[in-house]
C-alpha cells in the first residue's frame, strides 16, 4: 500500500482569517458528486453538490446541504421535493455545467417524476426526496429528506478530491 503523508502537518484553529486552510482540510475527504434538482417559479433548476450522505435505511433518509450564498439557495431552501442524482465519471460535464448555471438541462436525457421534479438519466444512483426537516448549519442548511423512489446502475464514480475532479473504478 502507497501511503502518502507529509513529514509537517499544518495545525491552526479554524477562523476567519483561515477559511482557505479549512476548506482545503475539509477537501482532503475524497467525497463523489451529485447535482441535485428541482422544480421552481423559474423552471427546472439544479446544483452541483458534495455534501450528501445517507442517514437511515428505517425510514430512508438522506441529507444534503446547500449553501446558503449561493444564487441558487433560494431554490432549494423550501423545496417539499427534490432529486439527489449520483454522478457517473462520465457526467464530469454535468458536473462543471451545474456549478456555473442552474438551468444547464440542455441536451440531458430528462424526464419528470410525478412530483414535477426534473430527473437527469445515466447516473450511478437516483434518490427521489421529500423534505422531512432543515437544521441550520453555519453557512449551509442542512436539508433531511425521505427516499421515495431510487435508482441504481453499474459505472465508475465521479470523485472530487483536494478541489479536482476524479474517478473510482470498482476493482
Not at 33 to 60: C, K, Y
Not at 69 to 77: A, K, M, N
Not at 90 to 111: I, P, V, Y
Not at 146 to 169: C, N, P, S, Y
Request: aromatic residues 8%; hydrophobic residues 40%; glycine residues 8%.
Amino acid at each position: 500500500m502507497n501511503m502518502q503523508t507529509t513529514d509537517h502537518p499544518v495545525t491552526f484553529q479554524p477562523d476567519a482569517e483561515n477559511t482557505r486552510l479549512l476548506r482545503d482540510a475539509f477537501g482532503r475527504f475524497a467525497t463523489g458528486v451529485t447535482i441535485v434538482t428541482t422544480q421552481s417559479e423559474d423552471g427546472p433548476v439544479g446544483i452541483t453538490a458534495n455534501s450528501f450522505s445517507s442517514v437511515s435505511l428505517d425510514p430512508p433518509l438522506v441529507l444534503w446541504a446547500p449553501d446558503k450564498g449561493s444564487r441558487r439557495f433560494r431554490y432549494f431552501e423550501q423545496a417539499e421535493h427534490y432529486a439527489i442524482h449520483v454522478l457517473c465519471n462520465e457526467q464530469s460535464a454535468l458536473c462543471h455545467g451545474f456549478a456555473k448555471d442552474a438551468h444547464a438541462f440542455d441536451g440531458l436525457d430528462l424526464t419528470r417524476n410525478e412530483e414535477g421534479v426534473p430527473l437527469i438519466g445515466s447516473c450511478l444512483a437516483r434518490f427521489e426526496c421529500q423534505r422531512v426537516a432543515a437544521y441550520e448549519g453555519g453557512d449551509h442548511l442542512i436539508v433531511l429528506g425521505r427516499v421515495l423512489r431510487a435508482e441504481m446502475r453499474e459505472g465508475d464514480a465521479l470523485t472530487f478530491f483536494a478541489g479536482k475532479i476524479g474517478q473510482i473504478a470498482p476493482k
